[in-house]
């Protein structure tokens, strides 16, 4: 390749340092320093000239944020948004940085409770009877394959790759495959999940989301079906990464493979990870009625995802052992002429996850 071709090539990458980060990352660099030089001079302060005065006019900063009742993520953004634009001050602001890990050990970040397997059979089954047998499926890979939320919803029908023996889900742009530049595979070994990856790859195209739904609306159907099922609000989909990643190392035993599976760059942060699930787990979870709407939706997973999405409507399902039913719902496509179609039992195990 000449020096001319390389040139070309090059012209639609970008500059090499706005490629240490993603776009929306940047963007959220660029804010909180926006945001940190209208605070001198809301402050009436003088702009910092050397390196010492930057790190005084940030602990400054930081002791505001905490009196004010700010985030901690407003002073990591900013610390890391002035090294990133500001490249001679990366790892010289030691008592900024400091002051940002006092204040993670006194207030500890709440994380999103893992959600164990019973909620969500419950919480998938749920997405099915409202007629989203894709997003219910998603909800079941999310938990077996350790998915950030981004990944579970920014999954393409392409992303899964079937053979005869093995199911992988390639990942695009994870924040380990881009400190690495690599694409990461996640192999999927429930045979459930397996056969409805199989079918999901039979009725789709492979350019298609396999959520079949925009973030908003699953959160949105998320929400509904947490009240449906009188789960408590705060089990967000983040959950289903922390509860997968706790059931895999109670079945593993191994922090190790653990952290491969969740893509971890080091133990140290899967061993801190899966301890506080396991001791919010071991914590009494309000879960009802959750056993009930798992048992029944669950069984129509594998022979809903085999119709094309655009005839998906609404399942229901009275008992165990009685035929399926689909009717149209709206904005889910109408069936075909002929009104309901009655689909026959689906004899498919329940995945074991």
């Known amino acids: 390749m000449t020096k001319s071709d390389r040139c070309k090539a090059r012209l639609g990458k970008g500059r090499l340092r706005d490629r240490a980060v993603t776009p929306r990352t940047r963007q959220l660099y660029w804010q909180h320093v926006q945001f940190f030089f209208r605070w001198l001079h809301r402050e009436q302060r003088p702009l910092p000239l050397s390196v010492w005065q930057f790190d005084e006019q940030l602990c400054d900063f930081a002791e505001a944020l905490w009196e004010e009742g700010d985030s901690r993520r407003t002073l990591s953004y900013t610390l890391s948004g002035l090294s990133f634009h500001v490249q001679s001050l990366t790892g010289r602001l030691s008592a900024s940085w400091k002051l940002h890990k006092i204040w993670e050990r006194t207030e500890p970040a709440v994380r999103t409770p893992p959600l164990t397997m019973a909620m969500v059979r419950a919480i998938s089954g749920e997405f099915l009877r409202r007629g989203h047998p894709r997003a219910a499926f998603c909800i079941l890979v999310g938990y077996h394959c350790l998915l950030r939320t981004g990944e579970l919803l920014g999954l393409l029908v392409g992303d899964i790759r079937c053979t005869a023996c093995t199911t992988q889900i390639l990942l695009r742009n994870t924040k380990s495959g881009q400190r690495l530049n690599i694409q990461e595979l996640v192999p999927v070994s429930d045979v459930f999940l397996r056969q409805c990856a199989q079918e999901v790859l039979r009725s789709s195209h492979h350019g298609e989301i396999v959520c079949g739904m925009s973030s908003y609306k699953f959160r949105q159907v998320w929400g509904d079906a947490l009240y449906r099922l009188k789960i408590e609000a705060r089990f967000l989909p983040y959950g289903l990464r922390r509860g997968g990643a706790t059931a895999f190392f109670q079945r593993t035993g191994s922090f190790s493979l653990t952290s ?35 048992g029944q939706c669950l069984h129509g997973l594998l022979k809903a995802l085999a119709v094309p999405a655009r005839k998906v409507g609404h399942l229901v399902e009275a008992k165990p052992g009685r035929a399926l039913v689909l009717r149209p719902t709206q904005g889910e496509g109408r069936l075909p002429r002929g009104g309901s179609a009655n689909m026959r039992r689906c004899t498919a195990a329940l995945p074991l996850l």
């Open 260 to 294: 491969d599976r969740g893509r971890w760059r080091n133990e140290r942060t899967t061993r801190c990870y899966v301890t506080s699930a396991l001791l919010e787990l071991s914590q009494s979870y309000d879960t009802l009625p959750v056993i009930l709407s798992s």
